[in-house]
């Protein structure tokens, strides 16, 4: 299973920026779906997360400007992330809870994408 980030970029404050992460592979289902970063010299750290079921939950410095989404069908997670701030910048990884195909069975483990930069900065 792969997981590919991507949308990353350098935005001014005030900006926009969409994050998309595709998962690949045997998949046959994924579960809880999120978006972490980790800022220079910081700790890696929740920015928001999606069930299976669409129910989500946010870090309090997300919450009222970011969104998180996704496509089953595409085995797609996003995150919208509007009025981003200069303390936004980190590289953000998707991560994923995921069932694949292993032998005669069934493996569920947890996955993470590669990262992508995300630059907030006039």
């Known amino acids: 299973v792969q997981l590919q980030a991507s949308g990353g970029g350098l935005v001014q404050p005030g900006g926009s920026l969409r994050l998309s992460c595709v998962a690949s592979?045997?998949?046959?289902?994924?579960?809880?779906m999120g978006w972490y970063r980790q800022a220079p010299g910081r700790q890696r750290e929740l920015v928001a997360g999606?069930?299976?079921?669409?129910?989500?939950n946010y870090a309090d410095s997300a919450k009222g400007r970011f969104t998180i989404s996704r496509d089953n069908a595409k085995n797609t997670v996003y995150l919208q992330m509007d009025s981003l701030k200069p303390e936004d910048t980190a590289v953000y990884y998707c991560?994923?809870?995921?069932?694949?195909?292993?032998?005669?069975?069934?493996?569920?483990?947890?996955?993470w994408g590669q990262g992508t930069l995300v630059t907030v900065s006039s």
């Open positions: 592979g045997r998949i046959l289902s994924i579960n809880n």
């Open positions: 991560n994923a809870d995921i069932t694949v195909v292993s032998g005669s069975g069934r493996l569920r483990s947890d996955y």
């Open positions: 999606i069930t299976s079921g669409y129910s989500t």
